[in-house]
């Protein structure tokens, strides 16, 4: 599975440099595993410009400007966050895209409405506007990690 997941790093940063666009990503179930592959990429300094992992909800706060009162009503874990998210992580860089994941791993943290396995991904790029989607992924707290950064790097698109 890494090398599935380098691969798609490489596609996408061929595709970022071919139009001689940056990215940034914003990583809280990840722990900064986009990054990471994203930087296994010999030259990706072209084309990556940084990363931010927020783990917690003060970082979130205090990095990507995610708003006390989305915590509060929605949770950590939702499309909303994701939103805010993905739009701080473009405007704290010098990014001309981000990729923002929140979601719960396992093996705990899950509830009735947000079991484990709850992920979203947000994507933003300046010329097309956010996307975002929401994941019930399965299986163990690797697996559910793996699939979501598998997921995020596919889903950029420019």
Known sequence: MENELF??????????????????TAESCTGGWIAQMITEVPGSSAWFD?????????????MLD????????????SAQTATEMVTGA????????AIAVTGIAGPDGGTAKKPVGTVF????NKNQGIKVVQQKLTG???????????????????
């Open 7 to 24: 691969e798609l790093a490489q596609q996408l940063g061929r595709l970022l440099a071919s139009k001689g666009k940056k990215i940034a």
């Open 50 to 62: 940084r990363g931010f992992v927020t783990y917690s909800n003060a970082a979130k706060m205090q």
């Open 66 to 77: 995610v708003k006390p009162e989305t915590l509060e009503k929605y949770g950590a874990v």
């Open 90 to 97: 473009l405007a704290h860089s010098d990014a001309d895209c």
């Open 121 to 124: 991904i947000a994507w933003l």
């Open 140 to 158: 163990n707290r690797h697996q559910i990690r793996v699939q979501t950064v598998k997921i995020a790097l596919e889903g950029m698109k420019l």
